[in-house]
């Protein structure tokens, strides 16, 4: 089969490999698009934990049941789905067990032709969606899901905040918010992404870039139940002062630096929660998909590449040009 392949030179290469061999409970399935994500971006530059040579990528996929292993309902075969990239998450749902991992490293995952994966992990594609739109939920919109529902607890009449609104996590955050209820407002790094993201249901957005942003958003809402926020950098200390008293803070990456100095006594007085996120668990994701089913919810995929020229991908996610999920075409 074909698959993008990433060696120890940190370059991913188009390489014919072997079709993998299924052991019990696993299917192999064949990929119509794969989705990617800001950790493939990190783990071709070398900065990510538990690298291995080479390795395929990829934890987003869509496509067909092709074989089935040992103890596996045949029923399976031909069915169209996309794949829970969520493994091992273990037993307690408050946080991820000792022996979780992510499609993609260890495990090869959906920049290739086929994968295999247990049967557990398999879920029907929506039928509303092609392969390119369902391909882009798995992580992203798991990730988003689980900030905003279980750690966040939304709840329709909420004020939330986005930050970071043209990520994947971002944009499907807007839409499971919009979806529950919620007043939406967001930060973005231009008018063009802020006007996106209003065509997808939020209300306002602001240029996190502009010295006041902060007090913009304040001016807008007057403050927020719920904040999901990606970033975390120098910005992070501002949050506290536009959250309403009980206020939920998630966060669930730093691809703007650490946490900065801030002032705790606004957390204690306005007694503001901060809240760690990662992924999420089965019944997550199925709540995910149905939340998707029933609201006939769209994917934003801002642009589709053929597999062979998955480079040009990781480089447009480098960029952090996007606004949604950057999609490979497999087959």
């Known amino acids: 089969m074909k698959a993008i392949v990433l060696e120890a030179n940190e370059k991913n290469t188009l390489k014919e490999v072997e079709k993998p061999v299924l052991q019990a409970g696993e299917v192999l399935v064949q990929i119509k698009a794969a989705a990617l994500n800001r950790r493939d971006y990190w783990i071709t530059i070398g900065k990510y934990a538990g690298i291995k040579y080479p390795t395929i990528l990829g934890s987003d996929g869509s496509g067909i049941v092709s074989e089935v292993g040992q ?7 031909g069915k169209e789905v996309i794949l829970n990239p969520s493994h091992d998450y273990g037993d307690n749902p408050d946080f991820q067990g000792k022996d979780f991992k ?3 490293l260890p495990e090869d995952g959906t920049f290739a032709e086929y994968v295999k994966t247990k049967a557990e992990y398999l879920y029907t594609k929506p039928a509303h969606l092609s392969w390119e739109q369902a391909a882009a939920i798995p992580l992203a919109g798991l990730t988003a899901y689980r900030a905003l529902f279980t750690k966040g607890r939304l709840k329709a009449g909420d004020k ?28 973005s790094s231009s008018a063009e992404k802020i006007a996106l993201a209003k065509g997808l249901g939020a209300t306002a957005g602001v ?4 010295a006041d942003w902060a007090e913009q958003l304040h001016a807008l809402a007057s403050g927020f139940d719920v904040v999901i926020d ?12 536009i959250c309403n008293p009980g206020a939920r803070i998630v966060t669930f990456g730093g691809t703007a630096g650490d946490f900065p100095a801030f002032n705790a006594r606004k957390f204690f007085y306005k007694q503001l929660q901060l809240l760690g996120s990662m992924m999420g668990t089965a019944d ?4 995910m998909l149905d939340m998707v089913d029933t ?13 062979e020229h ?4 990781i480089t447009k996610m480098e960029k952090s040009s996007q606004f949604g999920k950057i999609v490979l075409k497999v087959s």
Not at 207 to 210: E, G, Q, S
Not at 295 to 307: A, K, M, R, S, W
Not at 310 to 313: G, H, P, Q, R, V
């Open 284 to 287: 997550e994701f199925k709540a």
């Open 207 to 210: 240029n996190y870039k502009d």
């Open 295 to 307: 609201h006939q919810i769209v994917p934003v995929v801002d642009e589709v590449f053929p597999l």
């Open 230 to 241: 990606s970033a975390l950098g120098e910005g992070f200390a501002k949050l506290p002062d």
């Open 160 to 187: 939330v905040l986005i930050v970071g609104a043209g990520s994947g996590t971002g944009s499907f955050a807007i839409q499971w918010a919009v979806a529950a209820g919620a007043t939406v407002y967001v930060t």
């Open 310 to 313: 998955a480079n040009e991908a």
């Open 102 to 104: 992510i499609l993609g």
């Open 71 to 77: 103890g596996v309902d045949a029923a399976w075969i």
